[in-house]
C-alpha cells in the first residue's frame, strides 16, 4: 500500500460515516432499507480501511514504532493565522500510530456490530409503527433512517477524534459525539412517564435525560475549552506530535511552569471527567440508559464516553510530566479515578434496572482507566479501554436482547404497565433465550475478570500490576491507596454482575413476560456472538511478558506496539527525570495476581451464594435489602447526588435566570432607570409646554387685548360730524403754530429754562 | 464592463436605492409583482459584491475600490469611500440577508410597497457605513439606519410595538448624540473628517498640548471623545448594561426586520469599535480594554442566564445574540489592550490577531446564525400565531422537517463544532486566553448557558407528546426553504472550511497589526 | 400808505367770522359760505403781503388767483355734495350727517 493511499484511506475512514449521515437527512430518509444499507455500507467501510491501516502500522515492527510512531500523516492549513509565510495557521489532519491503529481496530468493528445489531433491534420488517417519537415495541421503528443517520454521523466523529493528529480537531471529533448522545439519547423525544414516585424504577423522560447528558458534559466541555486554549498558547501548536517531543515538554516546564501546567492539565482532564462520568459528573450516564441499546452500547460505552479515556491517554506525556512535577494533580486524576470506581460498584448493587446495573459498571469500570492514568499506568489504561469496549458492549447488546425478549413476553400477554427492564420480573430467561445468555455469560465473566480466558482480566490485572509495583518499588502511597480502593471495586464488580447474571437468567421467571419470553432475531443475536469473540481473546495480545515468573519473550504484543507510540518521547524525559517511569516491562509479582484472582473469583462466588444458589421467586424482596436496611437505599437512590444537585444548582439557576437576571436586573433595574429618564423628560416637557401655553401664547393674546382696548377707546373720536372734526384739526393746527413759533423764537428754550 | 469595474463601490451602495425607487412606484396593490420586484433588484448588489470579492486583492489586503469625491472642502468632509478584508466580509453579510430577508417576508399583506422600500433603502444605509472613510459621511449613514427599522417595527410589529420601535430610536440616538458631538470636535481640531487622515493627525495630537481654537486641554477632550464614541456603539452591540433596548425591539420586529436587526444592524456597533474607537483612541482604547472585556464577559454571562430564563421563543433568540455579540466585545477588547500597546511582543500581537479575526468572523456567523433563528420561529409564528414556549410541544412529529433543520441552526447557535459558530468562538477564546483569562474563565459560565438555553428552545418546541392543537400544522413549505438552506449551507461550509471568508479578514487584520 | 396791519386785521377779522360760522352755523350751505370767508379771509392776506413786500413779482398774485379757482371749485363740488346728500337724507343740518361715525 503507498503512502499515498494509506493517507486517503485515513481521509476515507472518518468521511464515509460523515457523508452517510448527510446522505441519509437529505435523500434517502423515506427509504429505510437503503438508508440502513448505506450505514452499512459506510462502516463496514471505515472497518475494511481501519483495520488495512492498523494491520499496516503494526507490520512496521515495533522496533521500527519506537523510533518512528506515526506511520500515516496527512494534514492541511485550515486556520488561517496571521501571515501564511510566519506558519502560524492551524493545521489539520489525521495522524495514525500505534494507539490510533488499535483504536481503529475495536472501533469500527464494534460500531459495526451494533450496526447490524440495530437493524434487528428496530424491528426492521415488522408492520411500520405509527408512533413517532416513541418505542413501537414489535414493530419498525417510524424513525428508523433517522436513527442510522445519527449513529452514522457519531461514528464518523468517534472515527475522527480517534484519527486526529491534534487537540482542535479532537475537540471537534468529541463534540459532535455529544451533539448525537444528545440526539440518540433523546431519540424516543415523545416519550412521557407517569409521576417518577409511582414508578418502581424512577426515570425521567428520554428528552429530558438528553438534556441532562448534554449539559453535565457541557460542563466539563467548557473547561476543557479553556485547557485547550491554554494548551495551544503555551506550546504554541495544538499538534500532539508537535507538542509532545522532548524539546517542546521541556521548554513547557520552564516556561509555563509546574503550577501552570497543573491547571492545564486539569482543564482538559476535566473534560474527561465530563465525557466518561466520573465523579462529579457522572450523573447523566445512567439516565443515558433512556435511549434505545444500541446507542447505550456504542456511545455509553464502547465510544463515546471511553473517548475521556482515549483523551488522557493520547495526552500522557502532558500528564506524565506534570503529576511527576506536581504531585497533586496526579492526586486529584487518580483518587477521581478511584473513588468514582467504588462509588459506582456500590451504586451498581443496588439496581433493578438490568441497564442500569451496566451503566454504574461502565462508569466503574471507566473510573479504574483513569485512576491508572492518575498514577501513569499508560499502557494498562489503554488495554483495559480497548477490552472493556468489547465486552461492555456485548453486555449491553445482550441486555437489549433480553429487554426485547421481555417485550415481546409484554406484547404476548397484552400487559404495559410491567417494566420490561427490571430484573426483579425476570429470570429463566437462560432456557428462553439461550444465544443471549451465554454470551451475557461471557461478557459478564470477562467485566468481572474471570481468570485467564476472559479479556476483562488481563487488562485489570495489568493495573494492579502498576499499582502494586508503584507502591513497591517507589513507596507511593497514591498507588497503594489506588490498589486497594480498585481491588474493592473489583470485588463488588464481580459481585453485582453474579447478581445480575442470577437474577435476569437463573431459576425460574418471575412473571408472564419472561414467562413468555424467546430468542431474539439473528440480526441482533450474531453480533452478540462477535463481540464475544472479542471479549475473550482480546485479553490475549496483553498476557505480560513475565507471566507467573516465567520468560515467554515478546508475547506482550498490546504493550510493546501501543506502548511505542510515547516510547521515545518518555525515554528521553525519564533521561531528564521529568517523569517517573519510561514504557517498560513490569517485573512479575504474585501479590497484584492473587488480589485480581481473589477479588474476582470471591466476588463471582459471593454472587452466586446470595442470588445463584437459591434463585429469587416472585415477589421475594432483594435479599440485601434486609440486612443493609438504610444503606441500601442509599446505594439504590444512587447515593442522592441527582436530588443535590438539582437543590444546589439546577434550582437556584433557573430562579437566577427567570427571577433574578431577567426580572429583576433587565426589567427591574435597568428598564426602570431607562424610564426613570424617560419620566423626567417627559416631566420636563411638560412644564416646558406649560410655560409656552402660559407665558408665551397667553402673554401675546394680552397685549393683543390691550390693542383693541386702546382702539375702541380712540374711536370715540370718530363722531361722524364734520364740524366737530374741523373743531380738532383748527386746535391741533393752533397748537402746533404755538409749537413752531415757540421753538423758532425760543420761547420754548426760555420757558425751559426758568424751571 | 469598465463602467462595472470603476464604479463598483457606488454601484453597490447606491442601487438599492435606486431599487426603493423602482418598487415604490410600483401601484400598491401589484403585491405579488411588488415581492418579486424587490427579491430580484435586491439580488444585484448581492452579485456585485460576489464581483467584488473575486477582484479583490489579498496581497494588498488595505482598502480598495476607493471612491473620492469632494463634498464640504470648507470643513473637510468628502465623498471617501472604500473596501478591506473586514468591510467586504460585511458587505457579504449584508447583500445576503437583504434578499433572504425580502423572501422571508412575502407573508406582509399590508403596505408591502413601502416594506419593500424600506427595506432596500436600510440596505443601501448598511451598505454605505461599512464603506465609509469620512467622518461625517458615516454619520449619515449610521443615523440613516435607523429611520426605516423604527418604521418596520411600529408599523409591522407585534403587540408592543409603539414601545419598542420609541425605545429602539431614542436609545440609539441618544447615544448618537455624543457620537456627534466628538465628530465635530474631532473636525475642527484637524481641519478633516477623513478617516485614514484622522488615524494619523488625531492620533498624533501632542498629548499635552490645548486643543487650538477650543483652548481645552488634548488629553480631555480625547478622553471624553472616547468615552462618547464607547456609549454610542456599546447601545448599538449592545453590551450589558447598555442593551434592554434588543430584547422588546427584535421581539416585536417583524420576522425580516428581526433577521436584519440581528443579521446586520448590531454588527454596526462592532464594527464601529474596529473601524474607528480603536484605530482613532488608541491610548484611550488600551487603558479601558479591561473595561470592555468584563462588559463583554457579563454580556456573555447575563446575556445566557437572561436567555435560558425566558418562554418567549423570540425573546429567547434575542438574548441570544447579546449573549453572542458579548464574544465579538471579548476579541475587540483584546484588539484594544494590544492595538494601543506602547511596546510590542509577538505573543501578544498572535493573540490580538487571531481574538481580532475571531470577532470579525463571529460577527459574520451570529450574522447567518441569529438572522436563521429568527426566520425559523417566524415559520412556527405564522402557523401557530404564538411564541410561548409552554404552549408549544411535540412540533417535531407535526414538522419533522422544520424541527431538523431548527436542531441543526440551533447547533450552529449553541457552537457545536463542525458548523461555524464554533470557529470564531475558539477563536476568541484562543485570543483572550493570554490577556484576559479571568474574564474568559468567567465567560464560560455564558457558554455553558449557552447549551442551556439552546435546549430549552428545541426541547419546548420539538420534543415531548403532541399537543392536540397543533396537530394539523403544514410543514415548511418551498419559499420558507429558499430561505434557510443558503444559510445553512454557509454555516456547514463555514464550520468545516473557514478559510473561504477568514483568509479576507485575516489579511487585513494581519495588516492591522503589522 | 396804510399800514399792512390794517389789512391783517382786517383779513384775521374776516377769518375769525368765517371759523366761527364754520363751527356754529347749522345749514351745511352757510358753512360752504363760511368757507368762502375764510379763503377770502386768506386771499387778502396774500395779496396785502404781495403789495406791500414784493409788488414787482407775481408771485402772490398767482397764488391768490389760485385761492380764488380753488374756492370758486370747492364750492361748487361742495354744494353738488350738498344737493345729493339732501335727496338722500332729506336735511342740510350738519350735525345730522354723521354716517362716518365710528
Keep these: ?618 415477589g421475594q424482596p432483594d435479599p440485601l435489602k434486609a440486612p443493609l436496611g438504610p444503606v441500601h437505599t442509599f446505594l439504590e437512590r444512587k447515593w442522592y447526588w441527582d436530588e443535590l444537585y438539582q437543590k444546589v444548582f439546577i434550582g437556584p439557576t433557573v430562579y437566577l435566570s427567570e427571577k433574578i437576571v431577567y426580572e429583576f436586573v433587565d426589567r427591574g433595574l435597568i428598564d426602570g432607570l431607562l424610564h426613570l429618564i424617560a419620566r423626567v423628560f417627559y416631566t420636563i416637557g411638560y412644564y416646558m409646554r406649560r410655560f409656552e401655553e402660559v407665558v408665551i401664547s397667553d402673554g401675546v393674546d394680552w397685549i393683543k387685548d390691550q390693542f383693541f382696548v386702546m382702539a375702541r377707546e380712540f374711536r370715540q373720536l370718530q363722531t361722524g360730524k364734520i364740524q366737530e372734526y374741523t373743531l380738532v384739526s383748527m386746535l391741533f393746527a393752533v397748537a402746533l403754530a404755538a409749537l413752531v413759533l415757540l421753538i423758532n423764537y425760543g420761547w420754548f428754550a426760555r420757558l425751559l429754562s426758568s424751571f | 464592463m469598465d463602467f462595472l469595474q470603476d464604479n463598483l463601490l457606488n454601484l453597490v451602495i447606491f442601487f438599492p436605492l435606486l431599487a426603493a425607487l423602482i418598487v415604490f412606484l410600483l401601484p400598491e396593490d401589484e403585491k405579488e409583482l411588488i415581492r418579486r420586484m424587490a427579491l430580484g433588484l435586491s439580488l444585484a448588489p448581492l452579485g456585485l459584491v460576489l464581483i467584488m470579492w473575486f477582484t479583490y486583492d489579498r496581497y494588498d489586503a488595505g482598502i480598495q475600490f476607493a471612491v473620492f469625491a469632494e463634498w464640504f472642502p470648507a470643513i473637510g468632509s468628502n465623498y471617501h469611500m472604500g473596501i478591506d478584508g473586514i468591510s467586504l466580509s460585511m458587505f457579504l453579510l449584508t447583500t445576503l440577508l437583504t434578499p433572504l430577508a425580502i423572501l422571508a417576508s412575502f407573508t406582509i399583506q399590508e403596505k408591502v410597497r413601502m416594506y419593500m422600500s424600506l427595506f432596500l433603502v436600510m440596505e443601501m444605509a448598511m451598505l454605505g457605513l461599512f464603506a465609509s472613510l469620512d467622518l461625517m459621511i458615516f454619520f449619515i449613514f449610521w443615523e440613516f439606519g435607523l429611520v426605516p427599522m423604527y418604521f418596520l417595527i411600529k408599523i409591522w410589529g407585534g403587540k408592543d410595538r409603539d414601545y419598542a420601535s420609541f425605545k429602539f430610536f431614542v436609545y440609539t440616538m441618544a447615544g448618537s448624540l455624543g457620537l456627534l458631538l466628538s465628530i465635530q470636535v474631532m473636525g475642527i481640531a484637524t481641519g478633516t473628517f477623513d478617516i485614514p487622515t484622522l488615524m494619523q493627525t488625531w492620533v498624533n495630537l501632542p498629548a499635552g498640548g490645548t486643543l487650538e481654537g477650543t483652548g481645552l486641554p488634548v488629553d480631555l477632550v480625547k478622553t471624553v471623545a472616547f468615552w462618547a464614541y464607547m456609549i454610542a456603539f456599546a447601545i448599538k452591540v449592545p453590551i450589558w448594561p447598555f442593551h434592554t433596548w434588543l430584547p422588546d425591539a427584535h421581539t416585536e420586529a417583524p420576522t425580516a426586520g428581526s433577521m436584519i436587526l440581528a443579521g446586520v444592524l448590531l454588527k454596526l456597533g462592532a464594527y464601529g469599535f474596529i473601524r474607528l474607537v480603536i484605530p482613532l483612541f488608541p491610548q484611550q482604547a488600551h487603558l479601558t480594554a479591561g473595561i470592555l472585556a468584563t462588559l463583554g464577559m457579563l454580556s456573555i454571562i447575563l446575556g445566557g442566564y437572561a436567555a435560558f430564563g425566558q418562554w418567549d421563543f423570540k425573546r429567547l433568540v434575542a438574548y441570544s445574540s447579546i449573549n453572542h455579540m458579548g464574544f465579538v466585545v471579548l476579541g475587540i477588547a483584546v484588539m484594544a489592550y494590544v492595538y494601543g500597546l506602547p511596546g510590542s511582543s509577538t505573543a501578544l500581537t498572535n493573540d490580538a490577531i487571531m481574538a481580532t479575526n475571531g470577532a470579525v468572523f463571529q460577527m459574520f456567523n451570529h450574522g447567518l446564525s441569529a438572522a436563521a433563528m429568527f426566520f425559523l420561529v417566524g415559520v412556527i409564528y405564522d402557523r401557530a400565531h404564538t411564541r410561548d414556549l409552554k404552549r408549544f410541544g411535540g412540533i417535531w412529529t407535526i414538522m419533522p422537517v422544520f424541527g431538523t433543520i431548527l436542531i441543526f441552526t440551533s447547533m450552529a447557535s449553541l457552537g457545536l463544532p463542525g458548523l461555524n459558530g464554533f470557529v470564531s468562538e475558539f477563536m476568541v477564546v484562543r485570543g483572550t486566553w493570554g490577556i484576559f483569562t479571568v474574564q474568559l474563565a468567567l465567560s464560560m459560565l455564558g457558554l455553558l448557558m449557552t447549551g442551556a438555553y439552546i435546549l430549552k428552545a428545541i426541547g419546548e418546541t420539538l420534543h415531548g407528546p403532541v399537543k392536540a392543537e397543533w396537530r394539523g400544522l403544514p410543514d415548511m413549505t418551498l419559499r420558507e426553504h429558499l430561505v434557510i438552506w443558503p444559510l445553512m449551507a454557509l454555516m456547514l461550509s463555514l464550520g468545516i472550511w473557514p478559510q473561504w471568508v477568514l483568509v479576507f479578514i485575516n489579511d487585513t487584520v494581519t495588516k492591522l497589526f503589522g | 400808505m396804510i399800514p399792512l396791519s390794517w389789512y391783517l386785521l382786517v383779513a384775521a377779522a374776516l377769518f375769525c367770522i368765517g371759523l366761527y360760522g364754520l363751527f356754529v352755523r347749522r345749514n351745511a350751505v352757510a358753512i360752504l359760505m363760511s368757507v368762502e370767508l375764510l379763503l377770502n379771509a386768506v386771499n387778502i392776506n396774500l395779496i396785502a403781503f404781495w403789495r406791500y413786500n414784493a409788488p414787482d413779482r407775481s408771485v402772490g398774485l398767482a397764488w391768490a388767483v389760485f385761492v380764488l379757482t380753488v374756492a370758486a371749485a370747492e364750492a361748487a363740488v361742495g354744494l353738488a355734495l350738498i344737493i345729493s346728500v339732501y335727496r338722500n337724507r332729506d336735511s342740510v343740518v350738519a350735525e345730522e350727517l354723521d354716517l362716518l361715525k365710528n
Design chain 1, 1 to 618: 500500500m503507498t503512502e499515498q493511499i494509506l493517507q486517503i484511506m485515513a481521509w476515507l475512514v472518518p468521511a464515509g460515516p460523515l457523508l452517510t449521515f448527510f446522505l441519509i437527512m437529505l435523500f434517502t430518509k423515506h427509504n429505510r432499507t437503503l438508508s440502513w444499507m448505506l450505514a452499512w455500507a459506510a462502516i463496514i467501510s471505515s472497518l475494511v480501511m481501519g483495520w488495512l491501516l492498523a494491520f499496516n502500522v503494526f507490520g512496521q515492527g515495533y522496533h521500527y514504532l519506537e523510533e518512528q510512531p506515526i506511520v500515516v500523516a496527512s494534514a492541511i492549513d485550515w486556520l488561517p493565522f496571521g501571515d501564511y509565510a510566519q506558519g502560524l495557521w492551524v493545521r489539520m489532519g489525521m495522524a495514525v500510530d500505534p494507539l490510533t491503529a488499535v483504536m481503529l481496530i475495536m472501533v469500527p468493528f464494534a460500531t459495526t456490530m451494533i450496526f447490524i445489531y440495530s437493524v434487528g433491534y428496530h424491528n426492521y420488517g415488522q408492520p411500520r409503527g405509527t408512533h413517532v417519537g416513541e418505542p413501537n415495541h414489535g414493530n419498525e421503528d417510524p424513525l428508523i433512517a433517522r436513527f442510522f443517520a445519527l449513529m452514522s454521523l457519531f461514528g464518523g466523529a468517534m472515527l475522527l477524534m480517534v484519527l486526529a493528529d491534534n487537540l482542535l480537531l479532537l475537540f471537534i471529533g468529541w463534540e459532535i459525539m455529544g451533539f448525537c448522545s444528545y440526539s440518540l439519547i433523546g431519540f424516543w423525544y415523545a416519550r412521557e412517564y407517569p409521576d417518577p414516585k409511582e414508578m418502581p424504577i424512577p426515570r425521567i423522560p428520554p428528552r429530558k435525560a438528553a438534556v441532562k447528558a448534554f449539559m453535565t458534559t457541557r460542563v466539563a466541555d467548557v473547561l476543557m475549552l479553556l485547557g485547550i486554549v491554554f494548551f495551544y498558547r503555551a506550546f504554541g501548536t495544538l499538534s500532539f506530535s508537535e507538542a509532545f517531543s522532548f524539546e517542546a515538554l521541556q521548554t513547557a516546564t520552564t516556561v509555563v511552569g509546574f503550577g501552570g501546567l497543573g491547571i492545564m492539565t486539569l482543564l482538559i482532564f476535566a473534560g474527561t471527567v465530563g465525557k466518561s462520568a466520573q465523579w462529579p459528573l457522572h450523573v447523566w450516564l445512567p439516565d443515558a440508559m433512556e435511549g434505545p441499546t444500541p446507542v447505550s452500547a456504542i456511545i455509553h460505552a464502547a465510544a463515546m464516553v471511553s473517548a475521556g479515556v482515549y483523551l488522557i491517554v493520547r495526552i500522557f506525556p502532558l500528564i506524565a510530566v506534570t503529576i511527576e512535577g506536581n504531585p497533586t494533580v496526579g492526586v486529584v486524576i487518580a483518587i477521581i479515578g478511584a473513588f468514582t470506581a467504588i462509588m459506582s460498584a456500590t451504586i451498581a448493587v443496588a439496581q433493578n434496572d438490568v441497564k442500569g446495573v451496566l451503566a454504574y459498571s461502565t462508569i466503574s469500570q471507566l473510573g479504574f482507566m483513569v485512576a491508572a492514568i492518575g498514577i501513569g499506568a499508560y499502557v494498562a489504561a489503554a488495554f483495559h479501554l480497548i477490552t472493556h469496549a468489547f465486552f461492555k458492549a456485548l453486555l449491553f447488546l445482550a441486555s437489549g436482547s433480553v429487554i426485547h425478549g421481555m417485550e415481546h413476553g409484554a406484547l404476548h400477554v397484552h400487559d404495559h404497565h410491567t417494566d420490561p427492564q427490571d430484573m426483579r420480573h425476570m429470570g429463566g430467561l437462560r432456557q428462553k433465550m439461550p444465544r443471549t445468555f451465554w454470551t451475557f455469560l461471557i461478557g459478564g465473566m470477562a467485566l468481572s475478570g474471570l481468570p485467564f480466558i476472559t479479556a476483562g482480566f488481563w487488562s485489570k490485572d495489568e493495573i494492579f500490576a502498576d499499582a502494586w509495583y508503584q507502591w513497591v518499588h517507589d513507596g507511593k502511597g497514591l498507588a497503594l491507596l489506588v490498589f486497594i480502593m480498585l481491588a474493592a471495586a473489583a470485588l463488588l464488580t464481580a459481585f453485582y454482575t453474579m447478581r445480575q447474571i442470577s437474577l435476569t437468567f437463573l431459576g425460574k421467571p418471575r412473571s408472564a413476560l419472561a414467562a413468555h419470553a424467546h430468542e431474539s432475531n439473528n440480526y441482533m443475536t450474531l453480533p452478540l456472538i462477535g463481540l464475544a469473540v472479542f471479549a475473550v481473546a482480546a485479553g490475549w495480545f496483553g498476557i505480560p511478558d513475565n507471566f507467573l515468573g516465567v520468560e515467554w519473550g515478546k508475547i506482550n504484543l498490546f504493550h510493546h506496539y501501543v506502548g511505542a507510540t510515547i516510547y521515545a518521547v518518555m525515554a528521553d524525559l525519564y533521561a531528564a527525570k521529568l517523569v517517573a517511569h519510561k514504557i517498560f516491562t513490569l517485573p512479575f509479582s504474585w501479590i497484584p495476581l492473587l488480589t485480581s484472582l481473589t477479588v474476582a473469583l470471591g466476588g463471582l462466588f459471593l454472587g452466586w451464594w446470595v442470588y445463584g444458589r437459591n434463585p429469587l421467586q416472585q
